[in-house]
């Protein structure tokens, strides 16, 4: 596995602010003088890239004033910028020596620490840095880095969550570097699952939005009641029961089959998404694809112990795709990708450590296969209702059933849209002539919704 380059941070001194000189001989000031030069056109060619000839004018100053603590310090940035990594710490050491010691020092010298292979040795020297200066999240991801290195992956684990908050993209870039928990392996006699998930009780009833609240109100009426409603069905249960969309997943599996190698997809269409739930590993990409001539302005949503999380906020243009990652905190249960425009068009997904799981259709059926035989916990989840827990054994070669059977009595929801009396269109809806003049013209209905409720 290749770990991603270590950053470094150049040019020291451009954060240091000077002091005016104390009075001091004509001859002490002209030495000064030409030493300060030396160094500014160091700093000069340091910024323009120019490491070698930067270092040449670090050493000239030096030369005129040994006592430059300053130009020891940028000349030992120039000489790691160079690969000179046992130089540069002696020069780093020279500007500490001459009482010079600063967080960005200390975060360049761990880096030539690094460089070296002397990684215990570096990981102190970036602590000390973050200890000087906490606001430095390159150091503490270059300290996950070396933490890999070292193979403490739940070290290096640690760092991703430090990170997470205070700067995603690098928390991300870290957790691509980690070994994955889950090992793949060939799976020549596996077993299988297959089964059911029910419903009892009284099946909840489904969200109704009035289409009036949100935008494109012509064009998201292709799906409605035809009564100015969109109707969202979180518990969509057959006449025989089955209860659709629900996760099944098998748990504290540790190695076995390899995930599916094609990203997963949410189409979004007239202003609907068919997947209201999916599974998906963490750190996983996910392809939004809008086919609508509208924009969707599309959210992410973690649920974790502490609550709701809002980690990403994209506009998706009309007719564009866009890849999506789901990087959510390591405790994290489940999440919901949705559009701030268009409420009812949203897919709620569940974490998943490996594949063995899938979605139960229309009738509530679900089958999981290429199982390493052994006993495992297996989880039904869905979004609004307590987990459902049961245990199986997988025998090589052999199908296992498993049924799950969820009450309606424990739907655990928050207040939602349930208004779904009347029609609910405004009046200025309801005219036959545009607001600007002339007839209006909508989008016609392609899929009329209709909703019945099912008898205990």
Known sequence: MRIPNLFIITNLAWFIIFSALPFETQAKQEVNLKSQRYYSDGIQLS???????????????????????????????????????????????????????????RYNRGLSFARLNLTEEAIQELKLSLKMDPRNVKADYNIGLLYIKQNKQDEARKQVNKLYKRNNDLAKKLFDSLLPKYKVMSVDNG????????MIGKIPRPRFFPLIASPNLEYCNRISDGKGHRILFDFTVSESRGLKDTVVKLISIEKGKPFPNK???????????????????????????????VRHEVVEYEFTTRGVNQRSHRPVDANTSQVRDIFVKDDTVNFLIKCNLHPFLQSRGVIVDNPYYAITDEEGNF????????????IAWHPFIP???????????????????FDGVNVQRKIYNDNWQGYRFAPVYDSNENFYGGPRIDDPIEILQVYKELKK
């Open 191 to 198: 077993g299988s699952i297959k089964g059911r998930v029910s």
């Open 387 to 405: 987990n459902q827990i049961g245990t199986i054994t997988i025998e090589a070669g052999n199908q296992s059933s498993l049924g799950f059977e």
């Open 47 to 105: 910024r323009a890239k120019y490491w070698k000839e930067a270092a040449d004018e670090f050493r000239k100053a030096i030369q005129v004033d040994p006592e430059y603590k300053l130009a020891y310090a940028n000349l030992g940035v120039t000489l790691s910028q160079l690969g000179d990594h046992k130089e540069a710490l002696f020069a780093f050491d020279q500007a500490i020596t001459l009482g010079y010691d600063h967080a960005l020092l």
């Open 263 to 293: 990203i997963q997809k949410m189409v979004m269409k007239r202003c609907h998404t068919p997947k209201y739930v999916i599974g998906a590993r963490n750190g996983e990409s996910l392809l939004l694809e809008n086919t609508d001539p």
């Open 367 to 378: 089958s999981i296969k290429d199982i390493p035989p052994g006993t495992y916990k297996v």
